[in-house]
C-alpha cells in the first residue's frame, strides 16, 4: 500500500528563518511526486512535481528535491505570506491514464513577522 | 490557466436531504476528475475516481449509491450526497487532470464545505 509521512506536522519559524519540511514515501513504482500549499478553507494550489531521484525545482523561496525515498521541501527565509499548510502526495504507474494521488497529512507552517 | 471551479462554495442541509456539488475544469478538457474528503486537520482522503463517459471508480469505504458521481462532459462531474446525515459533514474538494498535456498533474477546486444539520 503506498503511503506518505510528512514531518514535522506543525512547524513555527520567524520571518527569515530558513528551513526544511520533509515527505517519506512508500510506493509501488512512483510516476511522480507532488508539493501543494493549501490555505484555510481552501482547495490545494499546485507547487511542484518531480519525476525522479535527484531532480530539483525551485520556485521563488521554495526549493523541492527528491530522492528515492523522500522528498524535502525548503523555504529561504521565509515571510509571513509562506504561512499555509503543505501538503505532499505521489502517484503510482498504474494502468490506464491519470492515476490518484496519496496524501501526506501536511506539515501546517507558521511564519511569525 | 488550469483554472476548476466548484459550486456551491458551502451549503446546509438537513438530515435526509439530497445535496448536489458541481466541479467544473474552466480553461481545459478534463480526461478524468476526483472527489475528495478533507475533515478538519485531516489530509485529503480520495473517494472516487471518474472518466468522462464511464461510471466511476469509488474506493474502498466509499458508499456509491451514497455519493453519486456523473461525468458528463469533458468539463463537468457532479457529486450528490444523497441521504445525507451530519456524519457527512465535511469539506468536499474536486480536481481535474488532463492526459492532453501528459502531465498527470492535478487542479484543484476551491472546495465545497458541507454541513448537515
Known amino acids: 500500500e503506498d503511503q506518505v509521512t510528512q514531518s514535522p506536522e506543525a512547524l513555527r519559524l520567524q520571518e527569515g528563518e530558513s528551513s526544511s519540511l520533509n515527505c517519506s514515501y512508500t510506493?509501488?513504482?512512483?510516476?511522480?511526486l507532488f508539493w501543494y500549499r493549501q490555505d484555510p478553507g481552501k482547495g490545494p494550489e499546485f507547487l511542484f512535481t518531480?519525476?525522479?531521484?535527484?531532480e530539483e525545482k525551485e520556485k521563488e523561496r521554495l526549493k523541492a528535491t527528491l530522492t528515492k525515498k523522500e522528498s524535502f521541501l525548503h523555504i529561504t527565509a521565509p515571510k509571513p505570506e509562506d504561512s499555509a499548510t503543505y501538503l505532499c502526495a505521489v502517484q503510482a504507474w498504474g494502468q490506464g491514464g491519470s492515476e490518484k494521488l496519496v496524501f501526506g497529512k501536511g506539515t501546517k507552517l507558521t511564519v511569525n513577522p | 490557466g488550469a483554472v476548476v471551479s466548484q459550486h456551491p462554495s458551502w451549503v446546509i442541509c438537513k438530515s435526509g436531504t439530497s445535496v448536489k456539488i458541481e466541479c467544473r475544469s474552466l480553461?481545459?478538457?478534463?480526461?478524468?476528475m476526483f472527489w475528495y474528503r478533507q475533515f478538519p486537520k485531516q489530509s485529503l482522503m480520495l473517494m472516487a475516481t471518474?472518466?468522462?463517459?464511464?461510471?466511476?471508480?469509488?474506493e474502498q469505504g466509499v458508499e456509491k449509491d451514497k455519493f453519486l458521481i456523473n461525468h458528463a462532459s469533458l468539463t463537468l462531474s457532479t457529486l450528490t450526497v444523497t441521504s445525507a446525515h451530519p456524519e457527512d459533514s465535511s469539506f468536499y474538494i474536486c480536481s481535474a487532470s488532463s492526459l492532453l498535456d501528459n502531465s498527470y498533474e492535478q487542479y484543484f477546486g476551491p472546495g465545497t464545505r458541507l454541513t448537515v444539520t
Open positions: 480553461d481545459f478538457q478534463a480526461t478524468t
Open positions: 518531480l519525476y525522479s531521484a535527484g
Open positions: 510506493v509501488s513504482g512512483l510516476r511522480g
Open positions: 471518474s472518466n468522462e463517459g464511464s461510471k466511476a471508480t469509488y
